[in-house]
């Protein structure tokens, strides 16, 4: 397995060596990391971390749970893969922007709740923030070299999950198995349903904002079935560049380990014969997370934070059993609408909004299980 794509051809050119921490290495992403770093002779995994699940052995440093930037400090990575899932992963990401440490960064929720803060370290420490979200990895190869006046805007695909063509009442009964079985993609729970709430692409519509600098009204979402076209970008002359593939994250994650050499991965390359791509508008009645994200977005300050702890909260107590489908979307529309918009100027102004989201979205709960 670990040789297979190399085997008879010299994949490599070996330009690339970097010393690698994988946060969040027994999720699924950390998963598909762990393979790309072990095949690639010029990555080396230096330092592991998980949430709770043993990595002894793993790596020469590891760490179970805890505050990740000690990892750090002792393991000075030359990239910093974090695969964490939600909130927990903030203070990776600002320590590898504040250090200059290149940041692939998987761990959305980190950027979309703290997206000043994490410019304003990246621009102090230098480092290079390099997309794992395969939307977000696709946009930023499409743009890579273009004049940012040349972009007209940006256009991110959404499978629409496992309940595209549902109405609002026809999610009402639908269970967590269901909502788990996500037509494309293999991930973690969290971000599976997330996929089919939509609020996954409402969060990645607040990581595109930060992440290229393009205002939210030049950020589209159309759903496109099958996760063939990743994202588009349309330029000011009427181009449109798209970037293709089969939906395998091994891409994206080879792609943020060694930029910018684009090393060979194992996923197959796309036939184009034969191929058809649709795409729709999303339905935001029957998936409304996807417009309070935006509505959270443009709102600005602490509302991204309060719309993702929400979106945790409610997504947890819907795993569990606590909450229905439907009651996801409830429990975050009152905490966002609710919650107070302050400007984010500091990490412990941005952990008490945290705080503050969560207590708020446990009392929406009550209500709307
Ligand atoms: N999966 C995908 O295809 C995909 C695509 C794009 C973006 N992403 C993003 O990538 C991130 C990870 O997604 P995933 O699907 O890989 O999730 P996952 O399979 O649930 O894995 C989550 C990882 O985070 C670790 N973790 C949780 N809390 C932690 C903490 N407090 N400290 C350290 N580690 C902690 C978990 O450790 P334990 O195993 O010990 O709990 C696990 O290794 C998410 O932000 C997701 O939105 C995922």
């Known amino acids: ?120 370290a990246r621009r102090r420490g230098g480092g290079r923030l390099l997309p794992v979200d395969s939307e977000h990895s696709a946009v930023f190869q499409c743009l890579e070299g273009r004049a940012a006046d040349t972009v007209a805007g940006v256009v991110l695909t959404a499978s629409g999950g496992p309940f595209r063509g549902r109405t609002r009442a026809e999610l009402a009964d639908v269970s967590p198995e269901e909502a788990l079985a996500h037509p494309t993609w293999r991930m973690g729970p969290k971000i599976t349903v997330d996929s089919a709430t939509l609020a996954n692409k409402g969060l990645e519509l607040i990581e595109a904002h930060f992440l290229f600098g393009v205002p939210y009204e030049r950020i589209e979402v159309v759903i496109h079935p099958t996760s063939v076209v990743h994202a588009v970008v349309r330029f000011r002359d009427g181009a449109l560049f798209a970037h293709l593939g089969h939906p395998d994250m091994r891409v994206p994650i080879s792609y943020a380990l060694t930029y910018p050499e684009r090393a060979a991965t194992p996923a197959p390359s796309l036939e184009l014969a034969g191929l058809t791509l649709a795409f729709e508008a999303p339905d935001l009645e029957a998936f409304p997370l996807l417009a309070l994200a935006r509505w959270a977005g443009e709102a600005g300050g602490t509302a991204p934070c309060a719309f993702n702890a929400a979106n945790e909260e409610a997504v947890a107590a819907f795993l569990a059993g606590r909450l229905p489908f439907v009651g996801i979307a409830d429990v975050v529309e009152r905490v966002v609408t609710e919650a107070d918009v302050t400007p984010a100027r500091d990490l412990d102004e941005l952990v008490e909004a945290d705080a503050r989201a969560r207590r708020m979205a446990e009392n929406a709960l009550a209500v709307a299980a």
């Open 1 to 120: 397995m670990r040789l297979a794509w190399r085997s008879g051809r010299p994949l490599y050119t070996e330009r690339v060596r970097k010393r690698v921490a994988i946060l969040g290495i027994t999720g699924s992403i950390g998963q598909q990391a762990r393979e790309i770093v072990e095949a690639h002779p010029g990555l080396e995994l230096v330092a592991a971390a998980s949430g709770s699940r043993p990595v002894d052995g793993i790596a020469p440093l590891t760490q179970v749970g805890g505050d990740l930037t000690d990892l750090l400090e002792a393991a000075a990575p030359d990239v910093v893969l974090n695969a964490v899932v939600g909130f927990a992963g903030l203070p990776a990401t600002l320590w590898a922007l504040e250090h200059g440490v290149d940041l692939a960064l998987a761990n959305k929720e980190s950027l979309v709740a703290a997206g000043e803060l994490a410019l304003a």
